[in-house]
């Protein structure tokens, strides 16, 4: 207890006692409440971690099943029923990655700030348009009834298995507040959040077209936002006439200028097959690397699981993979007759309407059935400790608004995921238990999900392409534009039927890949769109690389997906030795140029060159594009560069016309000493060219979600931020807290050589003895085993 409080009369010499003593004290009880804090936080970290061993009462079983787990804590399930398998599934998702699986529901339905508070609210806003939770209850009433059937004992695994920790994950004690329990309309919640992170929500880039038309014309517009370019690589080799360069740029009131944002790292991946002609094991193999954001821990958990009616028998479904948390089925791997990857497939999976508002009755909206009233969707939005707010939503027949455009007219996103049919796990069950490439692709066509590009290959060396999830019948909108709905003639005539959707079997050369970019031309692209394709540059590199050889192994794959060569790289390079060379009175500029000379074309970490021409490339994009893009009409911020504006802004910057020099600017050497000002500015805010290496810029940077607001937590959960290869322009795709979220090689029936890695291992538990494992292997680029090691842990789950 302190003194009571009175005048302070006594020496100064007691008085500096009385400090130091109460100093000691408060230091004292710091360091008691630290320790009991920090005492506290080991002892729920230590409860909090899953059961490894032993038996453990699961009801709701038919049979025991058994538990294996390697010394990298990678389980093999064996169980007599597919629900059983479903169930201790959800067992281990909810002992191990449960808070994860929190977060991917409360993203999609709109409810994060519930869990993490009042920042997340512009979020859940947004994301609350779409109404995704009352979507799920009604999807999942629609779901086949064997599927419905291994929801509900996932579900019930899962929230058995979070119970039975003797104290829920960390992040809830951080938080303060208590897990919610787990329910069947919450897997197809994860499902949308996936939604969320692979496809555009909101009709972003057909916004920007429009801005692009409206400020400088079609013809500049298609120029600027190129549909097709020289850079495309599609895998059924077709090739297209890219947009001509205008002859001149209409007048445009404003002078003004500014820069765009630099391209967003891209949402995708790589996924690529070779025949069983080119093994010798005459199976095909497939590769994969999914890229997405990287968290802690990975969104992935790794498992092998298996069918075995009897103790005995020969198992009748063996999978082995990764699942998504939230999740009973198997996303990606092989079932020994069949291997499948996925890479997200940038097809038009929305379209922006325009509504058109009756004069004088704003509350109506016309379509071809005549003027129909706005409803009105009543929500609530909370934040953890905070009070809700109401949430009131326009809705149409054809979605939430959304906005509107530069004439004042409402705006709605027709988007697939908001369709009664957007998830169907009929066709994930059937990818399961497909015998052939022929069926897998049949079952892809009976799945909806993310429309993805899957690729497939199986025991008896086939492999074929084709788009997974339901494919929209577009009519009128093949210019990538906003329209106007109301008279019909812009419509969707619901989903596509199987055989109308593409697909490629057995090509000639033995060989399939996909990087985001278009996979088919012609027609067939006609009948997909184009929701935002990638650029073509990882696309080429992978199919370069794929005919550099007439022979693979799975070693030959692996390379092929650490490949840092950035070939794509060569002209920009050129075009900065010789801005340099023109500006011999700049000492800056002239330091650099001995490195942009000896680049050595590879996304490594030492590179010195390699970031130099990297950067000079990014900027260039953003003052270029940005010049046209400035303050475009109805486009709210400052727009990002299109995937594929690059071709664009290298002709630009190549043939230098003077009839389309950008408004505010001077000529194309104005332009182009912008760009190197731009460059010289990062290069002293590094400390110099010695300093500016690629590895400085480009590193791990793998956060749990938490570590950057709760002090000190990522210095118990966050790997070592260490320099890395790779970028989004070559097939190693690797940025700061972006990249391949797994590696997988596999040939269908020679399990036992097979390669995976991933990021962080499979636990999201500190404590746990193999957190973190694999990390290192990952960043190198050295992929382990796909089969789970020998067992160091047995769990038995009991009836």
Avoid at 107 to 126: F, I, K, M, S, Y
Avoid at 248 to 257: F, I, K, Q, V
Avoid at 439 to 465: K, S, T, V, Y
Wanted: charged share 20%; hydrophobic share 45%.
């Amino acid at each position: 207890m302190f003194p009571p409080s009175r005048p302070d009369t006594a020496p100064p010499r007691r008085r500096a006692r009385l400090a130091r003593r109460v100093a000691a004290a408060m230091a004292c009880a710091a360091i008691v409440l630290a320790g009991g804090a920090a005492g506290y936080g080991v002892w729920v970290l230590r409860a909090s971690r899953p059961a490894l061993e032993g038996m453990r009462r699961l009801p709701g079983l038919e049979a025991p099943v058994t538990i294996t787990r390697d010394a990298a804590g990678v389980p093999t399930l064996v169980a007599r029923t597919r629900p059983d398998l479903a169930r201790a599934l959800g067992f281990l998702h909810g002992q191990e990655r449960f808070f994860q699986m929190d977060l991917l529901r409360r993203l999609a339905a709109g409810e994060l700030a519930e869990l993490v508070g009042p920042a997340a609210l512009d979020l859940d806003r947004t994301h609350r348009l779409h109404r995704f939770r009352t979507r799920a209850r009604a999807v999942l009433a629609r779901q086949d009834p064997a599927d419905r059937a291994l929801l509900a004992a996932y579900t019930a695994g899962v929230n058995a298995g979070r119970t039975a920790l003797a104290h829920d994950s960390f992040e809830y004690t951080l938080l303060r507040i208590p897990p919610a329990p787990w329910r069947d309309e919450d897997s197809l919640l994860v499902v949308y959040a996936m939604y969320f992170d692979l496809q555009d929500a909101d009709g972003t880039g057909q916004r920007l077209r429009a801005a692009l038309r409206q400020a400088w014309g079609p013809e500049m517009a298609a120029f600027l936002d190129p549909e097709l370019t020289p850079l495309d690589a599609p895998a059924d080799g077709s090739t297209a006439t890219p947009p001509a360069m205008p002859a001149a740029l209409p007048a445009r009131p404003s002078s003004d200028t500014g820069n765009a944002a630099p391209p967003a790292p891209e949402r995708g991946s790589n996924n690529f097959a070779v025949s069983g002609r080119l093994t010798a094991t005459g199976s095909a193999m497939v590769a994969n690397d999914m890229h997405l954001g990287l968290m802690v821990p990975n969104i992935w958990y790794r498992a092998r699981q298996v069918l075995r009616p009897a103790p005995a028998a020969a198992p009748t479904l063996d999978l082995t993979g990764v699942t998504l948390p939230g999740e009973p089925y198997q996303i990606v791997g092989t079932n020994t007759r069949v291997a499948w990857a996925f890479t997200d497939g940038y097809i038009e999976s929305g379209d922006l309407i325009a509504l058109d508002i009756p004069p004088g009755d704003p509350g109506r909206y016309q379509t071809p059935d005549g003027p129909k009233p706005f409803g009105m969707a009543r929500e609530t939005l909370c934040a953890a400790h905070e009070t809700c707010h109401p949430l009131t939503i326009r809705t149409t027949i054809w979605g939430p608004v959304n906005g509107q455009d530069a004439r004042g007219r409402p705006l709605v996103w027709h988007w697939s995921a908001e369709d009664e049919g957007a998830i169907d796990y009929r066709g994930v069950r059937a990818l399961e238990s497909a015998v052939s490439v022929r069926a897998a692709l049949d079952a892809a066509h009976r799945a909806a999900l993310p429309q993805e590009n899957m690729l497939a290959g199986d025991r008896d060396g086939h492999i074929g392409w084709t788009i997974i999830g339901q494919v929209p019948r577009r009519v009128g909108l093949d210019d990538r534009l906003p329209h106007s709905w109301a008279d019909g003639s812009h419509r969707w005539d619901g989903m596509l039927p199987p055989a109308d959707i593409p697909e490629i079997l057995d090509p000639p050369d033995g060989r399939l890949w996909s990087a985001n970019g278009r996979v088919v031309g012609g027609p067939a692209l006609a009948v997909l769109g184009d929701g935002g394709y990638a650029d073509g540059l990882r696309a080429g590199r992978l199919r370069d690389d794929l005919h550099a050889r007439d022979h693979f192994a799975e070693a030959d794959l692996l390379a092929i997906q650490t490949d840092d060569h950035a070939t794509v790289l060569r002209p920009w390079q050129a075009m900065l030795a010789a801005a340099i060379a023109a500006r011999p009175g700049r000492a800056d500029l002239a330091a650099m140029a001995p490195h942009v000379a000896a680049w050595g074309e590879r996304a490594r970490p030492e590179s010195i060159g390699y970031r130099l021409v990297r950067q000079y490339r990014a900027h260039a994009l953003a003052i270029v594009f940005g010049a046209y893009a400035h303050a475009l009409p109805g486009l709210p911020g400052t727009p990002r560069v299109p995937p594929r504006a690059a071709w664009a802004v290298q002709r630009l910057l190549t043939e230098r016309p003077p009839a389309l020099l950008p408004p505010g600017r001077r000529d194309w050497t104005a332009i182009d000493d912008s760009i190197l000002d731009a460059l010289a500015a990062d290069v002293r805010a590094a400390g110099g060219v010695a300093s500016f290496r690629w590895g400085a810029a480009n590193h791990v940077g793998i956060h749990h979600p938490l570590s950057r607001a709760v002090p000190l937590l990522g210095r118990l959960t966050d790997p070592p931020d260490l320099p890395e290869a790779g970028d989004t322009l070559v097939p190693r795709v690797a940025v700061p807290g972006f990249g391949a979220s797994e590696r997988l090689v596999v040939s269908p029936g020679h399990e036992d050589t097979a390669l995976f890695d991933m990021p962080m291992g499979q636990s999201a538990n500190p404590l746990s003895p193999y957190y973190g494992a694999g990390q290192e292997a990952w960043v190198d680029g050295t992929a382990r085993p796909l089969l789970p090691g020998p067992a160091r842990w047995t769990l038995t789950l009991a009836p």
